[in-house]
């Protein structure tokens, strides 16, 4: 069964960095694709950014700027370095992984991330 496990959040100033990290286990999973999405109080969760087992990347457009997504496949690991961190971007950060060899998606426990103004 294939888990994912999410670190990194924390508190930070605005205009202030973090990276967070996403690893999964369990098994081997071919033409991954990982994912963050995020979620703040009250609100909808959305997409942020993508990173395939090809390292072709996308982003929500109004955070290419500030974030960039990575991954390195022997680990098993994704990262989001996020800079210019704003109040607005306070929310739960959740990892998802989907694959063809998969018959779902699979979401981590998600992080949360606090941006103080």
């Known amino acids: 069964q294939v888990q994912l496990v999410e670190s990194g959040g924390g508190l930070v100033q605005a205009g202030g960095s973090l990276r967070l990290s996403c690893t999964y286990s369990?098994?081997?999973?071919?033409?991954?694709?990982m994912a963050w999405y995020r979620q703040a109080p009250g609100k909808q969760r959305e997409f942020v950014a993508h990173v395939t087992s090809g390292g072709t990347t996308d982003y929500a457009d109004s955070m290419e700027e500030r974030f960039t997504v990575s991954r390195h496949n022997g680990l098993n690991t994704m990262w989001l370095d996020m800079n210019s961190l704003k109040p607005e971007d306070t929310a739960v950060y959740y990892c998802?992984?989907?694959?063809?060899?998969?018959?779902?998606?699979?979401w981590g426990q998600g992080t949360q991330v606090t941006v103080s103004s």
């Open positions: 369990g098994a081997t999973v071919g033409a991954a694709t």
């Open positions: 998802r992984l989907t694959s063809p060899w998969l018959s779902r998606a699979v």
